[in-house]
């Protein structure tokens, strides 16, 4: 795979899957929060995948798909081949 896109937040070159056309880089997925600043971590459920997110302050589980990066409202999901994906939701 050495076709990239550009991070649709920062610009960023990211690796380019078709299914995902809107990813973010890893640099702005560390980024994310929820809608009132708060940080949040994305990881699969398990080794066999799933997705779960946490607040970065207390680990406590958030149980959206919807972030923000720098006011983007933003969607998180499993990344089909493993990993976390994060896509700007589109406007
Ligand atoms: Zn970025």
């Not at 937040?9 to 009132?36: F, L, M, T």
């Not at 946490?54 to 149980?63: C, K, L, T, V």
């Not at 798909?65 to 409202?73: A, L, M, N, P, V």
């Amino acid at each position: 795979m050495n076709e990239t896109h550009d991070c649709p937040i920062c610009g960023e070159k990211v690796g380019h899957w078709e299914r995902y056309p809107k990813q973010v880089c890893e640099r702005c997925q560390n980024k994310a929060s929820d809608a009132y600043g708060r940080r949040l971590q994305f990881s699969n459920a398990d080794s066999s995948g799933g997705f779960k997110a946490f607040y970065r302050d207390n680990g406590a589980e958030y149980h959206q798909q919807i972030c923000y990066i720098d006011g983007r409202k933003c969607f998180a999901n499993e990344h089909r081949f493993g990993g976390v994906v994060v896509e700007v939701v589109k406007k």
